[in-house]
């Protein structure tokens, strides 16, 4: 199977709309990389059904297309609404309660524990994405609040409730996602996703539950709290990658500030080599109609034009009308872009001299300047960690990136990152043959031919596994 093949990677929402093996096989050949499986929807059969089509996949055609599991955290929901529904009229005033119930229009039930404990006179609720905004009157007592609906609408159960301006004492671990995630451990997931998180520590949390799984499985964390703004730094020096999630994150914080951030979070993990995904309504108007708007194709194309590593379908992909339609879509936009040289190249930062991977840093920053140099073909990269990988993608070089390794599992964990392929590879001894070898996979493969410039970069000698430490140009013959 031939597939598309952008350095800009794309993650399509694993669901309903994408079940059958026609639709899914499609979807791939189109671009997907990456297949997220939403744990706030499905059950464990459904997920695991899914889980095995990716790796039934990547089987019959010695693919990378990895998975990520991406736990619904602490998300506060409205309960179940009468009949299904209710209009909340403007200037209404009404309980709220942490006591489970029916909502009503005298009492809407939100599953908050420490409701009338964390909120404060004043502060705002919003209910559905903000289309309903409530302000808290007074507390009644720690489990009841009144409020007054400053903007109204229909009501729907289950609906999602964001408290943007009270400190929550929430675990940021609860128990359903410490289910979720020891399904993803033990059926083999690449990628954890943690949604609301809102420090350093409660990413540190998810990986102490991760045991032998760290050698390849890795942690994303999604910027959606005001908290995480304010702690971003330290939440980008323990997280493997990033994901601006602009849907709760134009929520908790003023909208407007939301493109300025995702350029400032892009650029931040661009500089430090971590991958950064962008997501929430991509192409949502594609959800239902067969071709998305022009404010969504510049949405895309402004993404990977700010150095995104993947571009996030939820979903458009999971239960939308045109799954294929959508990746063919994306990939087309992403591919044009890809071809402007803007894109490439971007602003370098290597590590200081006192950093433990200053070297290393230092060593891929050199081959990717030496492509540009020579206009190199590709960069091939031997690695056991995936450093190699993940730092070369990190200042976008134009020249393909070829990444081999040992570690099977890392191959999948790195189809997320911009740029890099992935090739098993268990021969690493000397320097000339290791080097001969993986050349000559590449050419058998059609992806070199005689007469290119490559650069082979890596850690030398391979038995020591240490940090990258070479750079070597060969001309392929």
């Known amino acids: 199977m031939i597939l598309k093949n952008n350095k800009t990677k794309i993650i399509a929402t694993y669901g309903p709309a994408c079940e059958s093996d026609l639709v899914f096989e499609s979807m791939i050949k189109h671009g997907v990389d990456v297949f997220r499986f939403n744990f706030s929807h499905g059950d464990y059969e459904f997920h695991l059904k899914g889980f095995q089509k990716v790796k039934e996949f990547n089987k019959k055609y010695g693919t990378h297309i990895a998975i990520l599991a991406d736990l619904q955290g602490p998300k506060i929901r409205v309960g179940d609404v009468e009949n299904g529904s209710l209009i909340?009229?403007?200037?209404?005033?009404?309980?709220?309660?942490?006591?489970?119930?029916?909502?009503?229009?005298?009492?809407?039930?939100?599953?908050?524990?420490?409701?009338g404990e964390d909120v404060n006179i004043g502060e705002d609720i919003l209910v559905d994405d903000g289309k309903i905004r409530l302000q808290v009157l007074s507390i009644i007592d720690d489990q009841t609040i009144k409020v007054i609906v400053l903007e109204g609408g229909e009501l729907k159960s289950k609906k999602g409730v964001n408290l943007p301006h009270t400190k929550t004492s929430i675990e940021s671990l609860t128990v359903k996602d410490r289910a979720d995630l020891e399904f993803a451990i033990n059926n083999r997931a690449n990628w954890i996703a943690l949604s609301f998180v809102r420090k350093a520590e409660d990413v540190l949390e998810v990986k102490k539950v991760f045991g032998d799984a760290w050698l390849y499985l890795k942690v994303i964390s999604k910027i959606e709290k005001p908290e995480a703004i304010e702690n971003l730094d330290s939440i980008l020096e323990v997280s493997d990658g990033i994901m601006v999630a602009r849907g709760d994150l134009a929520v908790e914080v003023p909208l407007e500030r939301v493109p300025l951030l995702q350029k400032e979070i892009v650029k931040k993990c661009?500089?430090?080599?971590?991958?950064?995904?962008?997501?929430?309504?991509?192409?949502?108007?594609?959800?239902?109609?067969?071709?998305?708007?022009?404010?969504?194709?510049?949405?895309?194309?402004?993404?990977?034009?700010?150095?995104?590593?993947?571009?996030?379908?939820?979903?458009?992909?999971?239960?939308?009308?045109?799954?294929?339609?959508?990746?063919?879509?994306?990939?087309?936009?992403?591919?044009?872009?890809?071809?402007?040289?803007?894109?490439?190249?971007?602003?370098?930062?290597?590590?200081?001299?006192?950093?433990?991977?200053?070297?290393?840093?230092?060593?891929?920053?050199?081959?990717?300047?030496?492509?540009?140099?020579?206009?190199?073909?590709?960069?091939?990269?031997?690695?056991?960690?995936?450093?190699?990988?993940?730092?070369?993608?990190?200042?976008?070089?134009?020249?393909?990136?070829?990444?081999?390794?040992?570690?099977?599992?890392?191959?999948?964990?790195?189809s997320l990152i911009w740029g890099v392929k992935g090739f098993y590879y268990e021969g690493f001894e000397g320097t000339d043959k290791t080097i001969k070898d993986v050349i000559d996979i590449l050419k058998e493969k059609k992806l070199l031919k005689i007469g290119n410039i490559v650069i082979n970069t890596a850690s030398m000698p391979f038995d020591e596994k240490s940090k990258t430490n070479t750079v070597k140009v060969t001309i392929v013959s």
Do not use: W
């Open 270 to 414: 661009n500089k430090l080599g971590k991958p950064v995904i962008v997501a929430t309504q991509m192409m949502e108007s594609m959800t239902e109609r067969s071709f998305p708007t022009r404010a969504e194709i510049s949405d895309v194309a402004n993404a990977v034009l700010d150095g995104a590593d993947a571009l996030m379908l939820s979903g458009e992909t999971s239960v939308g009308l045109y799954p294929e339609k959508v990746i063919e879509t994306m990939s087309k936009i992403i591919d044009q872009v890809e071809n402007n040289s803007d894109i490439y190249n971007i602003e370098s930062y290597i590590s200081n001299e006192n950093s433990h991977d200053y070297i290393p840093d230092a060593v891929c920053h050199s081959a990717v300047a030496l492509a540009e140099d020579l206009k190199a073909e590709a960069i091939i990269g031997m690695t056991r960690s995936g450093y190699t990988g993940f730092r070369v993608s990190s200042f976008r070089p134009k020249s393909k990136i070829y990444i081999f390794s040992d570690n099977k599992p890392l191959l999948y964990t790195m």
């Open 88 to 115: 909340l009229k403007t200037g209404h005033q009404i309980l709220v309660t942490n006591v489970k119930q029916v909502s009503n229009l005298e009492k809407l039930y939100v599953s908050y524990d420490r409701l």
